[in-house]
């Protein structure tokens, strides 16, 4: 998986046709990725059962979406079949139209491990994806410029095993950001930092996907964490994975702190949809 968020690939969805800022990379930004989640089912072995049943859903272009829920409640599988890793045994993926086939440069996934080159610099490691989408010309002005956007321009020229951390995943936001994707997928790439950095990450991913235009789709079983970071956060339930409750989260980016009697009215309101889904008996 990790040689996947290094290294995108040229295909995009079948029939897909370039966005202007794609065909033209140095000129305004891209749109957000418009996904249609359709009657969509799957089960990784028949006599299994299934682990994702009837998902029916859109995300809009530009919108932030978590998927929360417990483990095993399908979440990442559903993330992968977003970004053309795996496909469903039944229903579709539609991204701007076309059904998602393969994986694409348009919608990049960043995983828990930012799975970097430690020989490699900070400014290399980030212009791997320009690399292997064969956009090796945008590189020299890119790179500064994306590398300045996640506040690592004064660590260029470092070489990646000397980061924190949380500067290693700025690192792998970069690198993913690099090729001006669509869409943005996050599989809990937060959950092994501290609570101070996670915090700063999430509010700064936020606000560059917002700046960007760039669709989210956050996969997470931290409720505070959805509250901060999502527009909207799909409940899921287990056994099999189904949507139990589709939330708009209503919060300025000032409330989104944490600190607001308005942020813990929204975390108490998503903590009882989260519980009740986790509790309710599967049928």
Same mark, same amino acid.
């Given at each position: 998986?990790? @040689?996947?968020?290094?290294?995108?690939?040229? $295909?995009?969805?079948?029939?897909?046709?370039?966005?202007?800022?794609?065909?033209?990379?140095?000129?305004?930004?891209?749109?957000?990725?418009?996904?249609?989640?359709?009657?969509?089912?799957?089960?990784?072995?028949?006599?299994? +059962?299934?682990?994702?049943?009837?998902?029916?859903? /859109?995300?809009?272009?530009?919108?932030?979406?978590?998927?929360?829920?417990?483990?095993?409640? +399908?979440?990442?599988?559903?993330?992968?079949?977003?970004?053309?890793?795996?496909?469903?045994?039944?229903?579709?993926? @539609?991204?701007?139209?076309?059904?998602?086939? /393969?994986?694409?440069?348009?919608?990049?996934?960043? %995983?828990?491990?930012?799975?970097?080159?430690?020989?490699?610099?900070?400014? *290399?490691?980030?212009?791997?994806?320009?690399? %292997?989408?064969?956009?090796?010309?945008?590189?020299?002005?890119?790179?500064?410029?994306?590398?300045?956007?996640?506040?690592? +321009?004064? %660590? $260029?020229?470092?070489?990646?095993? /000397?980061?924190?951390?949380?500067?290693?995943?700025?690192?792998?936001?970069?690198?993913?950001?690099?090729?001006?994707?669509?869409?943005?997928?996050?599989?809990?790439?937060?959950?092994?930092?501290?609570?101070?950095?996670?915090? $700063?990450?999430?509010?700064?991913?936020? $606000?560059?996907?917002?700046?960007?235009?760039?669709?989210?789709?956050?996969?997470?079983?931290?409720?505070?964490?959805?509250?901060?970071?999502?527009?909207?956060?799909?409940?899921?339930?287990?056994?099999? +994975?189904?949507?139990?409750?589709?939330?708009?989260?209503?919060?300025?980016?000032?409330?989104?702190?944490?600190?607001?009697?308005?942020? *813990?009215? /929204?975390?108490?309101?998503?903590?009882?949809?989260?519980?009740?889904?986790?509790?309710?008996?599967?049928?």
């Amino acid at each position: 998986m990790a @040689v996947i968020q290094a290294f995108p690939t040229q $295909a995009s969805a079948t029939g897909a046709t370039a966005s202007p800022a794609a065909a033209h990379p140095h000129r305004g930004r891209p749109m957000g990725a418009h996904v249609a989640v359709k009657a969509l089912s799957h089960a990784y072995r028949r006599h299994d +059962g299934l682990v994702l049943e009837n998902m029916d859903f /859109e995300i809009a272009p530009g919108e932030i979406v978590a998927l929360l829920g417990r483990s095993g409640c +399908g979440k990442s599988t559903l993330l992968h079949m977003l970004a053309g890793l795996s496909h469903p045994s039944a229903g579709e993926v @539609v991204i701007n139209g076309n059904t998602v086939r /393969e994986p694409s440069p348009k919608w990049v996934m960043m %995983f828990q491990a930012p799975s970097l080159f430690p020989w490699l610099t900070v400014a *290399q490691n980030a212009a791997l994806g320009l690399k %292997f989408t064969r956009r090796p010309k945008e590189i020299a002005t890119r790179i500064p410029e994306i590398l300045d956007l996640v506040d690592l +321009g004064a %660590f $260029a020229d470092r070489n990646a095993q /000397e980061l924190s951390g949380g500067q290693q995943q700025r690192v792998a936001l970069a690198r993913s950001l690099a090729p001006r994707p669509e869409m943005l997928l996050l599989d809990e790439p937060f959950s092994a930092l501290d609570a101070f950095t996670r915090r $700063a990450l999430q509010k700064d991913v936020r $606000a560059i996907a917002r700046d960007l235009g760039l669709t989210l789709v956050l996969v997470t079983h931290d409720v505070p964490e959805a509250v901060r970071m999502a527009d909207r956060v799909l409940v899921l339930k287990a056994n099999p +994975g189904r949507v139990a409750e589709d939330i708009r989260i209503e919060l300025s980016e000032d409330d989104r702190a944490g600190a607001s009697d308005a942020f *813990q009215r /929204e975390l108490d309101r998503l903590m009882a949809a989260y519980g009740a889904a986790a509790e309710t008996p599967d049928t």
